[in-house]
């Protein structure tokens, strides 16, 4: 298959979570979408720990805590995470770029894998060669009807 790389208006519509970490209220949102995205379980635990600041406000508001000390704890940390989310968003770009890439050729590679495994190994028609076709006996219970690709 011939595949060519994603252009820049893709690359570009991919990246809308970037925009997230400059809210400095939702910055955790865009790392749990990205980790979910791509099955990348650290961004996901970065987005949890981005996450903190913003439940210590939440917190903070709703029990109506008059404490200067977690005023200035979860402000602080409000900053921090802040700033580092936006760095750490223009630096794991181009990887989730890589990598929903890689996800989004694999599943049709993978689809059509496992469809020929299938057909093998239940000794149906096939367009793979016979050296890597299954050579075990066909169940008695499938009956073989043809291939299972839809022929349009």
Do not use: C
């Not at 981005?50 to 200067?68: G, M, Q, R």
């Not at 149906?124 to 299972?148: A, F, I």
């Amino acid at each position: 298959m011939n595949r060519q790389p994603k252009g820049l208006l893709w690359k570009i519509a991919r990246s809308w979570w970037i925009l997230l970490p400059f809210t400095f209220y939702f910055n955790w949102i865009a790392f749990i979408y990205v980790g979910w995205r791509v099955q990348h379980k650290r961004w996901t635990l970065y987005g949890t720990l981005y996450a903190i600041p913003f439940f210590l406000v939440f917190i903070d508001i709703l029990f109506k805590i008059n404490s200067n000390i977690l005023t200035y704890v979860w402000s602080y940390s409000l900053l921090i995470g802040a700033f580092t989310s936006m760095i750490h968003a223009f630096n794991i770009r181009k990887e989730f770029l890589t990598r929903l890439e890689a996800r989004q050729y694999g599943i049709p590679y993978v689809d059509e894998t496992l469809i020929h495994q299938i057909e093998s190994n239940y000794g149906l028609k096939t367009e793979l060669p016979t050296s890597v076709q299954y050579d075990g006996p066909v169940p008695t219970t499938v009956y073989t009807r043809g291939s299972l690709i839809r022929q349009s």
